[in-house]
């Protein structure tokens, strides 16, 4: 009997486990929000210059007056006020003696000399929103680089945290990684509430990610070890399913605390909530009988037959010390480290896998890229903002669903590359509707991110399934930091939009089909066994093709 089978015994997922996951999930899906919460904070806004002679009382945005002060530009079929430049003031001898011609206007044209444009010294911001924008006059071209920045330097954050995270778990459980990462996230999104200047906002963007990062890879390890093998696909979807409903409540939250300083207090307060699970929520038993803790896991393990009323035999207690001893046993380090760097030589070696890291790697660029991409661009299509941005995080549902049936019926590779071709087609396609037509521009926009949610849950498992075993969790690893250069870059695209509107959704939609052919190299994995050695992950997929063809004749 090993720890899988006592697990199925005390309950795939029974009253204890679902307990647990409604605890795992509300961390998930504070870190879901944590995550994008940057898409509202250093949201772009709508402005203007401010005409100090001519502004009222009220401060409207579109005064009658405007077209005489300011000049306007064409934009989505719309004419809207330049937001950095004004026409100059006339001289006061001059519009004296115009002043009885446009005696009809509160700011007449008169004033202002139409052929000579000059920089605002400040602006008037539409609407009651409060970013980091209007916080500190982050305005115009020259410092749009600011805003974009802020989304680089979180995903920068994650790309340190990650691995921190993983190494962290290791050495001091998983329940006490994800309350310090928690907690932590909590801290430090506080903190950030608090600014006093764009660097110091800038310091605790980077700090919140570093701890944020290890709220999803601590609580989804533990979340997978709390249940039964055949319960551990219900619990990853159930943990992807929190972490999309965290998206959701972000967008829901922030169309109704429009400050920043106020949404990120809302956001990251209930996060020190969480230092309680070092009472609550169980470690992981893997974990502790892997360290040697057997009475401790023998207790949970106790406690969760309890709550899921099954009583465990004597004969199955008994198994504990055995198993713990197992599976606490350290290998030989020289042995393995000798063994890993082997399999790493013939991994560099060998033509067909190195090609399939390299094409695994941009894969993984391309699907970061667009999924964060498209959550960022959500905001800026048209519509309601707020509205867009939970439609396009509450997409992803039904893509899990059909992630979990088409991934056994059409195999890995067929839908990996028809989800990457959709999502390119749409993004193309997106860019040339009329922008009149928001209901197709949204569908458009919509199925995008549908497929590019199936391609990205996907891509995990594909990675895992073809590579050796000594090297498939470090080759998983490679690939998805090489892979997190696209979220890194994804803020970057709104430059973009100053040579051309559509360019990012082009660059979207290019880079997907682009990588939606090269996935079609890629070897099926469906109903083959995970390669062990290198020579089985370059034959990996033949066996199955001819097992597939078997079961079709019979």
């Given at each position: 009997?090993?720890?899988?089978?006592?697990?199925?015994?005390?309950?795939?997922?029974?009253?204890?486990?679902?307990?647990?996951?409604?605890?795992?999930?509300?961390?998930?899906?504070?870190?879901?929000?944590?995550?994008?919460?940057?898409?509202?904070?250093?949201?772009?806004?709508?402005?203007?210059?401010?005409?100090?002679?001519?502004e009222?009382?009220?401060?409207?945005?579109?005064?009658?007056?405007?077209q005489?002060?300011?000049?306007?530009?064409?934009?989505?079929y719309?004419?809207r006020?330049?937001?950095?430049?004004?026409f100059?003031?006339r001289?006061?001898?001059?519009?004296?003696?115009e002043i009885?011609?446009?005696?009809?206007?509160?700011?007449?044209?008169?004033?202002?000399d139409?052929n000579n444009?000059?920089?605002c010294?400040?602006?008037?911001?539409?609407?009651e929103?409060?970013?980091?924008?209007?916080?500190?006059?982050?305005t115009?071209?020259?410092n749009?680089?600011?805003?974009t920045?802020?989304?680089?330097?979180?995903?920068?954050?994650?790309?340190?945290?990650?691995?921190?995270?993983?190494?962290?778990?290791?050495?001091?459980?998983?329940?006490?990684?994800?309350?310090?990462?928690?907690?932590?996230?909590?801290v430090?999104?506080?903190?950030r509430?608090?600014?006093?200047?764009y660097?110091?906002?800038?310091?605790?963007?980077?700090?919140d990610?570093?701890?944020?990062?290890?709220?999803?890879?601590a609580?989804f390890?533990?979340?997978?070890?709390?249940?039964?093998?055949?319960?551990?696909?219900?619990?990853?979807?159930?943990?992807?399913?929190?972490?999309c409903?965290?998206?959701?409540?972000?967008?829901g939250?922030?169309?109704?605390?429009?400050n920043?300083?106020?949404?990120?207090?809302?956001?990251?307060a209930?996060?020190?909530?969480?230092i309680?699970?070092?009472?609550?929520l169980?470690?992981?038993?893997?974990?502790l009988?892997?360290?040697?803790?057997?009475?401790?896991?023998?207790?949970i393990?106790?406690?969760?037959?309890?709550?899921?009323?099954v009583l465990?035999?004597?004969?199955?207690?008994?198994?504990?010390?055995?198993?713990?001893?197992?599976?606490g046993?350290?290998?030989?380090?020289?042995?393995?480290?000798?063994?890993?760097?082997?399999?790493?030589?013939?991994?560099?070696?060998?033509?067909?896998l190195?090609?399939?890291?390299i094409n695994?790697?941009?894969?993984?660029?391309?699907i970061?890229f667009?999924?964060?991409?498209?959550?960022?661009?959500?905001?800026?299509?048209g519509?309601?903002?707020f509205?867009?941005?939970?439609?396009?995080?509450?997409?992803?549902?039904?893509?899990?669903?059909?992630?979990?049936?088409?991934?056994?019926?059409?195999?890995?590779?067929?839908t990996?590359?028809?989800?990457?071709?959709l999502s390119?087609?749409?993004?193309i396609?997106?860019?040339?509707?009329p922008?009149?037509?928001?209901?197709?521009?949204m569908?458009?926009?919509?199925?995008?991110?549908?497929?590019?949610?199936?391609?990205?849950?996907?891509?995990y498992?594909?990675?895992?399934?073809?590579?050796?075993?000594?090297?498939?969790?470090?080759?998983?690893?490679?690939?998805?930091?090489?892979?997190r250069?696209?979220?890194?870059?994804?803020?970057?695209?709104?430059?973009?939009?100053?040579?051309?509107e559509s360019?990012p959704?082009?660059?979207?939609?290019?880079?997907?089909m682009?990588?939606?052919?090269?996935?079609?190299?890629f070897?099926e994995?469906?109903?083959?066994?995970?390669?062990d050695?290198?020579i089985?992950?370059?034959?990996?997929?033949?066996?199955?093709?001819r097992?597939?063809?078997?079961?079709?004749?019979?």
């Amino acid at each position: 009997m090993d720890l899988d089978e006592i697990l199925d015994e005390v309950g795939h997922f029974g009253k204890f486990q679902a307990i647990n996951y409604l605890l795992v999930g509300f961390a998930i899906l504070l870190s879901a929000a944590f995550s994008l919460s940057y898409v509202f904070t250093a949201g772009d806004l709508e402005y203007r210059c401010r005409i100090p002679e001519c502004e009222g009382e009220e401060d409207l945005f579109r005064p009658d007056w405007l077209q005489n002060a300011v000049p306007f530009e064409e934009s989505d079929y719309q004419a809207r006020p330049v937001r950095c430049l004004r026409f100059a003031p006339r001289n006061i001898s001059t519009f004296l003696a115009e002043i009885y011609t446009y005696n009809d206007s509160a700011c007449p044209s008169g004033m202002f000399d139409r052929n000579n444009e000059i920089q605002c010294q400040s602006w008037l911001y539409n609407g009651e929103e409060i970013t980091i924008v209007n916080e500190w006059n982050i305005t115009c071209d020259e410092n749009e680089w600011k805003l974009t920045l802020v989304g680089t330097v979180n995903n920068v954050g994650q790309f340190i945290g990650f691995p921190l995270a993983g190494l962290v778990s290791d050495r001091v459980g998983r329940r006490t990684t994800l309350v310090t990462a928690t907690v932590g996230a909590g801290v430090m999104g506080l903190v950030r509430s608090m600014a006093w200047s764009y660097e110091a906002f800038l310091v605790f963007e980077f700090l919140d990610p570093v701890f944020a990062s290890g709220i999803y890879t601590a609580g989804f390890v533990l979340s997978m070890e709390l249940v039964g093998p055949r319960a551990r696909v219900l619990g990853g979807t159930l943990i992807s399913f929190f972490y999309c409903f965290g998206e959701a409540v972000l967008g829901g939250i922030a169309s109704w605390l429009q400050n920043w300083r106020h949404l990120l207090r809302v956001l990251y307060a209930p996060a020190l909530l969480c230092i309680t699970y070092h009472w609550f929520l169980p470690e992981s038993v893997r974990w502790l009988m892997a360290m040697g803790k057997t009475e401790e896991a023998r207790n949970i393990i106790l406690r969760a037959a309890k709550r899921n009323g099954v009583l465990l035999s004597n004969d199955t207690l008994s198994k504990f010390e055995m198993i713990s001893m197992a599976e606490g046993k350290p290998e030989n380090p020289e042995t393995e480290a000798k063994s890993t760097k082997e399999v790493l030589k013939q991994v560099l070696r060998s033509k067909i896998l190195l090609v399939r890291v390299i094409n695994c790697s941009f894969c993984w660029v391309t699907i970061t890229f667009v999924f964060f991409g498209l959550s960022l661009t959500s905001v800026s299509v048209g519509g309601n903002k707020f509205t867009n941005f939970i439609l396009v995080a509450l997409i992803e549902l039904p893509a899990y669903v059909v992630f979990y049936f088409a991934m056994d019926r059409f195999g890995r590779k067929s839908t990996l590359s028809a989800s990457l071709i959709l999502s390119g087609i749409s993004s193309i396609s997106f860019a040339f509707v009329p922008t009149d037509m928001d209901w197709l521009r949204m569908l458009l926009f919509l199925l995008g991110k549908f497929s590019i949610t199936i391609s990205f849950t996907v891509v995990y498992v594909y990675t895992t399934e073809m590579f050796p075993t000594e090297l498939r969790h470090s080759l998983l690893g490679v690939c998805a930091m090489v892979g997190r250069i696209g979220s890194m870059v994804a803020p970057q695209t709104p430059l973009l939009e100053r040579y051309l509107e559509s360019l990012p959704l082009f660059l979207f939609g290019g880079m997907s089909m682009l990588s939606g052919v090269f996935s079609l190299s890629f070897p099926e994995t469906l109903n083959s066994k995970l390669p062990d050695t290198v020579i089985e992950a370059e034959n990996i997929g033949k066996k199955a093709l001819r097992t597939s063809q078997r079961i079709r004749h019979i």
